[in-house]
Protein backbone atom coordinates (compact mmCIF):
# COMPACT_ATOMS: atom_id res chain seq x y z
CA UNK A 1 0.00 0.00 0.00
CA UNK A 2 1.12 3.33 -0.93
CA UNK A 3 2.16 5.99 1.99
CA UNK A 4 1.39 8.88 -0.84
CA UNK A 5 -0.79 11.72 0.72
CA UNK A 6 -4.62 11.64 -0.83
CA UNK A 7 -5.11 15.26 -1.57
CA UNK A 8 -8.95 14.68 -2.18
CA UNK A 9 -9.71 12.77 1.09
CA UNK A 10 -12.08 15.18 2.57
CA UNK A 11 -13.59 15.89 -0.76
CA UNK A 12 -13.85 12.91 -2.80
CA UNK A 13 -17.45 12.25 -1.71
CA UNK A 14 -18.79 15.49 -1.99
CA UNK A 15 -17.02 16.11 -5.93
CA UNK A 16 -19.76 15.93 -8.24
CA UNK A 17 -22.46 18.00 -5.98
CA UNK A 18 -21.23 21.26 -7.32
CA UNK A 19 -22.86 21.60 -10.25
CA UNK A 20 -20.62 23.92 -11.86
CA UNK A 21 -18.00 21.60 -11.86
CA UNK A 22 -20.06 19.07 -14.03
CA UNK A 23 -20.95 21.36 -16.10
CA UNK A 24 -17.55 21.97 -16.87
CA UNK A 25 -16.44 18.31 -17.49
CA UNK A 26 -19.36 18.14 -19.72
CA UNK A 27 -17.87 20.69 -21.95
CA UNK A 28 -14.58 19.05 -21.93
CA UNK A 29 -15.87 15.72 -22.43
CA UNK A 30 -18.33 17.80 -25.80
CA UNK A 31 -14.90 19.14 -27.38
CA UNK A 32 -13.30 15.84 -26.97
CA UNK A 33 -15.85 13.85 -28.67
CA UNK A 34 -16.13 16.53 -31.16
CA UNK A 35 -12.72 16.96 -31.79
CA UNK A 36 -11.41 13.15 -31.84
CA UNK A 37 -13.05 10.22 -33.45
CA UNK A 38 -14.25 7.71 -30.98
CA UNK A 39 -15.26 3.95 -31.80
CA UNK A 40 -16.09 1.37 -29.75
CA UNK A 41 -12.96 -0.56 -30.50
CA UNK A 42 -10.62 2.19 -28.61
CA UNK A 43 -8.66 1.55 -25.63
CA UNK A 44 -8.63 4.80 -23.69
CA UNK A 45 -6.48 5.81 -20.73
CA UNK A 46 -8.25 8.89 -18.62
CA UNK A 47 -5.25 10.29 -16.84
CA UNK A 48 -6.35 12.19 -13.14
CA UNK A 49 -9.48 10.29 -13.50
CA UNK A 50 -10.81 11.35 -10.23
CA UNK A 51 -14.50 10.44 -9.63
CA UNK A 52 -15.03 9.23 -13.03
CA UNK A 53 -16.36 12.98 -14.55
CA UNK A 54 -14.84 12.50 -17.80
CA UNK A 55 -15.12 8.67 -17.97
CA UNK A 56 -18.38 8.26 -18.10
CA UNK A 57 -18.51 10.72 -20.23
CA UNK A 58 -16.54 9.00 -22.92
CA UNK A 59 -17.36 5.42 -22.07
CA UNK A 60 -20.49 5.14 -23.91
CA UNK A 61 -18.56 5.59 -27.09
CA UNK A 62 -15.34 3.26 -26.59
CA UNK A 63 -14.53 -0.70 -25.67
CA UNK A 64 -12.66 0.25 -22.74
CA UNK A 65 -10.97 2.86 -20.16
CA UNK A 66 -8.30 2.55 -18.12
CA UNK A 67 -9.12 5.40 -15.21
CA UNK A 68 -5.57 6.09 -13.48
CA UNK A 69 -5.47 7.99 -10.80
CA UNK A 70 -3.12 8.33 -7.11
CA UNK A 71 -5.97 8.89 -5.02
CA UNK A 72 -7.83 6.23 -3.31
CA UNK A 73 -10.79 8.67 -2.10
CA UNK A 74 -11.48 9.59 -5.50
CA UNK A 75 -10.94 6.12 -7.01
CA UNK A 76 -13.70 4.32 -4.51
CA UNK A 77 -15.84 7.02 -5.58
CA UNK A 78 -15.61 5.84 -9.50
CA UNK A 79 -15.10 2.41 -8.23
CA UNK A 80 -18.69 2.51 -7.02
CA UNK A 81 -20.22 3.31 -10.40
CA UNK A 82 -18.82 0.24 -11.92
CA UNK A 83 -22.32 -1.53 -12.09
CA UNK A 84 -23.95 -0.76 -15.52
CA UNK A 85 -20.96 0.77 -16.72
CA UNK A 86 -20.96 1.39 -20.63
CA UNK A 87 -17.87 0.08 -21.50
CA UNK A 88 -15.11 -2.30 -20.11
CA UNK A 89 -13.55 -0.21 -16.74
CA UNK A 90 -10.08 -0.49 -14.92
CA UNK A 91 -9.12 1.75 -12.40
CA UNK A 92 -5.89 1.92 -11.19
CA UNK A 93 -4.37 3.64 -8.49
CA UNK A 94 -0.80 4.86 -9.97
CA UNK A 95 1.01 7.84 -9.93
CA UNK A 96 2.86 7.51 -13.20
CA UNK A 97 5.23 10.54 -12.24
CA UNK A 98 6.66 8.33 -9.40
CA UNK A 99 5.83 4.70 -9.61
CA UNK A 100 6.58 2.00 -12.81
CA UNK A 101 3.68 1.65 -15.01
CA UNK A 102 4.38 0.77 -18.73
CA UNK A 103 3.20 -2.87 -18.00
CA UNK A 104 0.43 -1.74 -16.46
CA UNK A 105 -0.90 0.49 -19.64
CA UNK A 106 -0.85 -1.41 -22.92
CA UNK A 107 -2.26 -0.99 -26.00
CA UNK A 108 -3.21 2.88 -25.46
CA UNK A 109 -4.88 4.56 -28.54
CA UNK A 110 -6.23 7.48 -26.74
CA UNK A 111 -5.38 9.77 -23.33
CA UNK A 112 -7.91 12.00 -22.46
CA UNK A 113 -7.31 14.10 -19.08
CA UNK A 114 -9.48 17.05 -17.39
CA UNK A 115 -7.91 19.61 -14.94
CA UNK A 116 -5.20 17.32 -14.02
CA UNK A 117 -1.64 18.37 -15.27
CA UNK A 118 -1.78 21.45 -13.05
CA UNK A 119 -0.96 19.22 -10.54
CA UNK A 120 2.07 17.70 -12.53
CA UNK A 121 5.69 19.40 -12.03
CA UNK A 122 7.11 18.24 -15.11
CA UNK A 123 4.50 18.86 -18.12
CA UNK A 124 7.35 17.76 -20.66
CA UNK A 125 8.03 14.50 -18.92
CA UNK A 126 4.23 13.94 -18.33
CA UNK A 127 3.23 14.40 -22.44
CA UNK A 128 6.64 12.12 -23.42
CA UNK A 129 5.08 9.26 -21.18
CA UNK A 130 1.83 10.17 -22.86
CA UNK A 131 3.54 10.23 -26.56
CA UNK A 132 5.33 6.70 -25.40
CA UNK A 133 2.37 5.03 -24.18
CA UNK A 134 0.36 5.57 -27.23
CA UNK A 135 -0.25 3.46 -29.80
CA UNK A 136 1.04 4.48 -33.22
CA UNK A 137 -1.26 7.25 -34.41
CA UNK A 138 -2.80 7.18 -31.01
CA UNK A 139 -4.33 10.78 -30.01
CA UNK A 140 -4.88 12.93 -27.11
CA UNK A 141 -6.97 14.93 -25.71
CA UNK A 142 -6.01 17.17 -22.42
CA UNK A 143 -7.87 20.08 -20.82
CA UNK A 144 -6.89 22.08 -17.87
CA UNK A 145 -6.72 25.57 -16.11
CA UNK A 146 -5.36 28.26 -18.68
CA UNK A 147 -3.00 30.84 -16.68
CA UNK A 148 -4.68 32.27 -13.40
CA UNK A 149 -3.63 34.34 -10.74
CA UNK A 150 -3.54 31.58 -8.55
CA UNK A 151 -6.82 32.20 -7.29
CA UNK A 152 -8.15 29.16 -8.61
CA UNK A 153 -7.67 26.85 -5.39
CA UNK A 154 -8.52 27.63 -2.08
CA UNK A 155 -6.95 24.65 -0.84
CA UNK A 156 -3.83 22.98 -1.09
CA UNK A 157 -4.81 20.20 -3.84
CA UNK A 158 -1.23 19.46 -4.53
CA UNK A 159 -0.77 22.26 -7.46
CA UNK A 160 2.18 22.91 -9.01
CA UNK A 161 1.28 25.47 -12.24
CA UNK A 162 -1.12 28.13 -11.83
CA UNK A 163 -2.48 27.07 -15.10
CA UNK A 164 -0.68 27.29 -18.60
CA UNK A 165 -0.17 29.31 -21.50
CA UNK A 166 -1.68 28.14 -24.15
CA UNK A 167 0.79 28.51 -26.63
CA UNK A 168 3.65 27.04 -24.13
CA UNK A 169 1.84 24.10 -23.67
CA UNK A 170 1.03 23.45 -27.28
CA UNK A 171 4.59 23.79 -27.96
CA UNK A 172 5.70 21.01 -25.35
CA UNK A 173 3.46 18.64 -27.11
CA UNK A 174 4.80 19.98 -30.63
CA UNK A 175 8.49 19.36 -28.80
CA UNK A 176 7.53 16.11 -27.53
CA UNK A 177 6.52 15.05 -31.66
CA UNK A 178 2.66 15.19 -31.19
CA UNK A 179 1.10 16.53 -34.61
CA UNK A 180 -1.75 17.67 -35.98
CA UNK A 181 -2.13 19.94 -32.53
CA UNK A 182 -5.20 22.21 -32.08
CA UNK A 183 -5.44 24.46 -28.56
CA UNK A 184 -8.59 26.18 -28.02
CA UNK A 185 -10.67 27.38 -25.32
CA UNK A 186 -13.75 25.11 -24.60
CA UNK A 187 -15.14 26.12 -21.90
CA UNK A 188 -15.10 28.31 -18.24
CA UNK A 189 -14.68 26.99 -14.91
CA UNK A 190 -16.96 29.18 -12.45
CA UNK A 191 -16.19 29.81 -8.91
CA UNK A 192 -18.43 32.63 -6.59
CA UNK A 193 -14.90 34.33 -6.66
CA UNK A 194 -13.99 34.10 -10.42
CA UNK A 195 -14.39 33.01 -14.15
CA UNK A 196 -11.37 30.70 -15.14
CA UNK A 197 -10.95 29.88 -19.18
CA UNK A 198 -10.31 26.12 -19.55
CA UNK A 199 -8.38 24.87 -22.50
CA UNK A 200 -8.47 21.47 -24.60
CA UNK A 201 -5.31 20.46 -26.36
CA UNK A 202 -6.15 17.54 -29.36
CA UNK A 203 -3.08 16.11 -31.42
CA UNK A 204 -1.85 12.57 -32.48
CA UNK A 205 1.07 10.48 -32.13
C1 LIG B 1 -9.06 18.20 -10.05
S1 LIG B 1 -9.14 16.46 -10.04
C2 LIG B 1 -9.86 16.14 -11.66
C3 LIG B 1 -10.62 14.86 -11.69
C4 LIG B 1 -11.39 14.58 -12.99
N1 LIG B 1 -10.50 14.40 -14.11
C5 LIG B 1 -12.38 15.69 -13.25
O1 LIG B 1 -12.18 16.48 -14.19
O2 LIG B 1 -13.35 15.79 -12.49
C6 LIG B 1 -7.44 16.01 -10.28
C7 LIG B 1 -7.20 14.53 -10.08
O3 LIG B 1 -5.86 14.24 -10.48
C8 LIG B 1 -5.32 13.29 -9.59
N2 LIG B 1 -3.86 13.37 -9.63
C9 LIG B 1 -3.09 14.43 -9.29
N3 LIG B 1 -1.79 14.12 -9.45
C10 LIG B 1 -1.75 12.84 -9.94
C11 LIG B 1 -0.69 11.95 -10.29
N4 LIG B 1 0.59 12.32 -10.19
N5 LIG B 1 -1.00 10.70 -10.72
C12 LIG B 1 -2.30 10.31 -10.82
N6 LIG B 1 -3.35 11.11 -10.47
C13 LIG B 1 -3.07 12.35 -10.04
C14 LIG B 1 -5.91 13.67 -8.24
O4 LIG B 1 -5.86 12.61 -7.32
C15 LIG B 1 -7.33 14.08 -8.63
O5 LIG B 1 -8.23 13.00 -8.55
Known sequence: MSKKKDYFAHKAHVYENNEKRVTNVQNIADGILKEISHTKDMHILDFGSGTGLLTQEIAPYVK?????????????????????????????????????????????????SSMTIHHIQNTEDLLQKFYDLLNENGTIGLADLETEDG???????????????????????????????????????????????????????
Open 64 to 112: AITAVDMSTSMNKVLRDKTDGFPCELEVLELDITKEEYTHKLQNIDSII
Open 151 to 205: SFHKEDTGVFHFGFDKEEFLNIAKKVGFKDLKIETISVSSKPYGEYPIFLLTGRK
